[in-house]
């Protein structure tokens, strides 16, 4: 084997017997130990597995989204679902061409608001939800100057920090305006933490629908549609309702 083999260091060749009861002394004779005892390796090993029991490995999976079942009536048919998708896709199509446009003019977009650093998630809360301290706490609408002029880390930002509060309070319309605008300056395709994000909106939005009581509740249309654009738009389809 040894004509097959390119030496990486030089080892001088010796007529010395080795003594393998004592430690090398140096880097050369601990090198020559080595060559010794390859010599004596077969070039070949085949295992003995006779009488040894392989165990085949078991591979487990699930299908489960973490999306509880809706009663039925509260699924969105099929053309509903197509139609919403097609409306967000035609929204972002709008927005993006009015940026560009703005851009071409040189022109910045501005809003028409004071809006808080991206750190400052309380004074986030505050501007789009109002102060809680309040009696009848009133907050600002995602008006579209203030969704343009969002850069995507704000918009990211924003979106976690909505998530966030989902999962500590109610689902009601004022969120559902901002998560839908919000959602609407999400550039694609997503970063991994933002594809993790929308899943878990997706997750909180049908545990809030099947705790609906009525197909008449103003919320249900919401809670679909959000769980229509991740599963559909944002190519989340395990998460989706089906087809029907």
């Known amino acids: 084997m040894d004509e097959f083999l390119h030496k990486a260091l030089y080892v001088e060749e010796t007529d010395e017997d080795i003594d393998f009861e004592s430690a090398p002394s140096t880097g050369q004779e601990y090198l020559r130990r080595v060559i010794v005892e390859s010599r004596k390796c077969e070039a070949v090993v085949v295992a003995d597995m006779k009488g040894k029991k392989l165990k085949a490995q078991t591979v487990k999976y699930t299908t489960d989204s973490g999306c509880p079942p809706a009663p039925e009536v509260f699924l969105p048919s099929k053309e509903w679902q197509q139609f919403q998708v097609s409306q967000f896709s035609c929204l972002r199509s709008r927005m993006a061409k009015h940026l560009a446009r703005l851009k071409k003019q040189g022109i910045q977009m501005k809003p028409n608001t004071t809006l808080p650093a991206g750190d400052k998630e309380k004074e986030w809360s505050v501007l789009c939800y109002g102060n809680p301290e309040d009696e009848k706490p009133c907050g600002t609408p995602p008006m579209l100057p203030i969704i343009l002029s969002l850069n995507q880390f704000m918009v990211e930002?924003?979106?976690?920090?909505?998530?966030?509060?989902?999962?500590?309070?109610?689902?009601?319309?004022?969120?559902?305006?901002?998560?839908?605008?919000?959602?609407?300056?999400?550039?694609?395709?997503?970063?991994?933490?933002?594809?993790?994000?929308?899943?878990?909106?997706?997750?909180?939005?049908?545990?809030?629908?099947?705790?609906?009581?009525?197909?008449?509740?103003?919320?249900?249309?919401?809670?679909?549609?959000?769980?229509?654009?991740?599963?559909?738009?944002?190519?989340?389809?395990d998460l989706a309702d089906p087809m029907k």
Do not use: H
């Open 157 to 237: 930002t924003l979106l976690e920090y909505n998530v966030q509060w989902l999962e500590e309070t109610n689902f009601t319309q004022q969120r559902g305006q901002w998560l839908y605008a919000l959602l609407a300056k999400l550039e694609k395709p997503l970063k991994p933490e933002m594809c993790s994000l929308i899943r878990t909106l997706a997750r909180l939005c049908s545990t809030f629908r099947v705790q609906l009581t009525s197909v008449d509740d103003p919320l249900l249309a919401q809670l679909n549609l959000f769980i229509c654009l991740v599963g559909r738009y944002f190519d989340q389809s």
